[in-house]
Nanobody, 126 residues
């Protein structure tokens, strides 16, 4: 099993930056990738979460079109942490952000079923 703790959310103005942190505990070696997902306002189910960014153990990355060139995902395997640097934030980036372990291969990311943290809220005012 894997436990995840997200942090770093907050309230910022449009154009500013936020850095989100995810600490992973447990059987993380089972998975070669980590990703950040977003739960947009008005949605509640886990299945409605959208992939924001993913990173493999080799450092390959994948981004959703709506965050490309603004967000950067990185990982520190020694500390079992995953970071999401969010620059040039827009009001539509307002959401709860979750990290999740998974498998990343052939340019695709496959999340592990049921492993989510409590999420961290990012709010961007206009």
């Amino acid at each position: 099993q894997v436990q995840l703790v997200e942090s770093g959310g907050g309230l910022v103005q449009a154009g500013e930056s936020l850095t989100l942190f995810c600490a992973a505990f447990g059987d993380t070696a089972t998975y070669n990738g980590f990703a950040w997902y977003v739960q947009l306002p008005g949605t509640e189910r886990e299945i409605e979460r959208e992939l924001v960014a993913a990173i493999s153990s080799e450092g390959a990355t994948k981004y959703a079109d709506f965050v490309k060139d603004r967000f950067t995902i990185s990982r520190n395997d020694a500390k079992n942490t995953v970071t999401l640097l969010m620059d040039h934030l827009k009001p539509e980036d307002t959401a709860v952000y979750y990290c999740s372990p998974g498998q990343y291969y052939d340019g695709q990311y496959y999340p592990a079923s049921g492993y989510w943290g409590q999420g961290t809220q990012g709010t961007v005012s206009s």
